[in-house]
């Protein structure tokens, strides 16, 4: 695998091969030592607007693989900078941005592997990030029910359908009937109740500003727990340690947010050394 742009792009053999050397990888990352010797002699380089999870976990796996990484922050010109980093000789561009044709653009070209950090409609580390945790939580990722909720990291949405969907699995996503802003994709509801009824997993994807909370979740506090309790039987939570009760909110148990966390620089690490450019 040269590049990593979308999961869209993948099969389910593919997608299975990064989880198991994500699986791997994780032995690195829950270790007290974390060295092992993949990457060394590359170079991960990255743009991003600014410092944030996906570019801590890059700097994080590279270095966890003896690789040398190297993070830009607020270019103002991200093809050249992607192109100049090529030309400097990095083995791996990261490239964070809202424009989606920037990393498929920038490939088409580079001797680099190029890797999708984040754009307008992807996110294949986040959604590969969930798929393992909610796979480690569940035994598998087999006819299962996830379900989304929220409106704020819908870029989420079309690889979590196709995910799922080669597992013989499928993606919810409950909406209120009054958003009329959000682009369905999928399979919409907006029955809270219907929605939550039988979920396996569910996915929070938070909310953009402005949102009103008690219509995405039924309280402003978050999701209540009323609304978990329809779900299976220790329903895991991704995005969201916390749930409203009658008192106010109070952690959730099967809450996977941390578990999640160590899955994504293991996804990160498992990602950079099946696409390590020469």
């Given amino acids: ?135 480690h939580k569940l035994d598998g990722l087999q006819n299962l029910t996830v379900l989304a909720v929220g409106n704020h990291d819908t870029n989420k949405i079309n690889e979590l359908n196709h995910c799922l969907h080669l597992y013989g699995s499928g993606l919810l996503w409950y909406l209120p009937a009054d958003d009329f802003v959000t682009p369905r994709k999928g399979i919409v509801m907006d029955n809270a109740e219907a929605a939550f009824s039988g979920a396996d997993a569910v996915i929070d994807l938070g909310l953009s500003a402005f949102s009103d909370p008690a219509k995405y979740y039924g309280s402003l506090g978050g999701i209540p727990e009323t609304l978990m309790d329809k779900a299976g039987i220790h329903c895991p939570l991704l995005g969201s340690r916390t749930i409203v009760d009658r008192i106010g909110v109070r952690d959730y148990p099967d809450s996977i947010v941390s578990l999640r966390d160590s899955c994504y620089i293991s996804v990160v690490m498992a990602v950079l050394y099946l696409t390590r450019g020469k």
Wanted: net charge negative.
């Fill in 1 to 135: 695998m040269k590049n990593l742009l979308t999961l869209t792009d993948l099969n389910k053999s593919e997608i299975n091969q990064i989880l198991e050397v994500a699986l791997q990888m994780r032995r690195i990352v829950t270790a007290s030592y974390k060295k092992g010797p993949q990457l060394i002699g590359s170079v991960v380089a990255g743009v991003w607007d600014k410092p944030c999870a996906s570019s801590t976990a890059f700097q994080l796996g590279a270095s966890y693989l003896s690789g040398t990484a190297c993070p830009v922050f607020g270019a103002d010109d991200l093809m050249e900078q992607c192109l100049a980093l090529d030309s400097m000789g990095v083995n791996t561009v990261v490239i964070a941005c809202e424009n989606d044709n920037l990393a498929k653009t920038f490939s088409a070209k580079s001797r680099a592997a190029v890797i999708n950090g984040g754009s307008g409609q992807y996110d294949p580390i986040g959604v590969l990030a969930d798929l393992m945790a909610i796979s």
